[in-house]
């Protein structure tokens, strides 16, 4: 592959890499730059990213990183980290599900997950939750009982869901990294939005204990919304667990797929995209897009997820009518399924997964668009409708073939390139099992040459 050209401006300067560099070099203490991400959570509350604060954890943790020996400092020392409100859960920080039923019963976590406790070993200090749809619902953010979640490009539309105060939260500068989850492509629709970057782990390389609470049946996976390709690779370098490591060989073989739905300005970004790759030395070809797997896909994450939300709500004792009205009709769904159904969906998943090896039997990763269109205007997504089969055909036709990745257990590299009507263009990076580190490597070289994207804020306390 050749080398990735000279960038005379410099390659993700602005960035949580260089707010831990800043810190190593004196430039800034963990305290002052905290105190930034705090002012700036309070200047920009308007965008609804912040559902929960606590402002003392958030002193008491940089004031322990300010004290922290150099040998005992990770990768991401002193940098302000915000947790999503579904997922892995952090000390100190009572995760809702932006639900208010569940917000009205929930505790503090005695403990961190183990992914939470990895990455604050990295050195990220958590502080605050970042908002979410109910239950995760949506590939918009509407929490229950709270403002709906803007998008930092224009406020009058959705940063994307169910990952949305994380990437909101983020493009705003009010951290330079958050916390994010995928189960039908809430990491990766929101990364689209807000011009972002962000990694959805291959099933099992990341982990979901202790209490394996955001497991779905293997279609979920956790890892971080940021900037720049080397954070998300810092990330999940800090938390990734062992597995057979996939490696590129000298010339990488891409595969280009354009679902039909998706628009002209996103089906250029991937065109351009695999230019850039082509550029780099890569091999490019074009094929149809796995349209077929995607809907196959799409039906087996909606029943996996309406009866998961059904066996949650009845864990937590809460009634149907505490919930929105289509999570309501949705968790009746998913208590009507009988358990052959649950157990021909889960080797339905099987069958699907072995199916999706053959995407790569010419090709090391396959690249398509994010998204159909640019981001919706807030609300139109929310769960205020009653039909699941509705909602659920509009998050597939805004994020075509999203599921794909998250039931064969694929990474999926997320990456912006380019703007359209002042807005940023998402693209995607799907490889076999285990290739994480490889499309994260693919992944770099597309940000390399990608055009610039100046976000609408700096991050917080960055020095300049």
Known sequence: MKASPPDPEGINVTDATALAAAITAGQISACELMESSLAACHARADLGAVVYLDEDMARDGAKVADTLPPDQRGPFHGVPFLVKDLGGFAKGLPAAAGSAAIRAQCRKPESDSHLLRRLRRAGLIPFGLTSTPPFGLSLTCEPDGMAATRNPWNPVLTPGGSSGGAAAAVAAG??????????AGSIRAPAACCGL????????AVPGGPDFANHLMGIASELVLARSVRDVKTAFDAVAQPMAPVYLPERPRVALALPERCGADQRKAAKSAA??????????CDIHAPDQLGDEAHAIARTILAVSLAEWLTALRISDDRIPPLAATMAAEGRATPATALFAASRQLARLTNRSRKLFKSADAVLMPILSSAPPVVGTLDLSGSSPDDHMA????FAPNAALANVAGLPALALPFGMANGLPLGIQLIGSPGSDFALLKLGALIEARAPAIHFPHPIAGLPA
Request: glycine content about 10%; charged content about 25%; hydrophobic content about 40%.
């Open 174 to 183: 009010i951290v330079s990294i958050a916390h994010a989850t995928d189960a």
């Open 275 to 284: 230019d850039a790759l082509h550029d780099a030395g890569c091999k490019v």
């Open 394 to 397: 509009r998050l597939e036709a």
């Open 197 to 204: 970057t962000g990694l959805k782990p291959s099933r099992g």
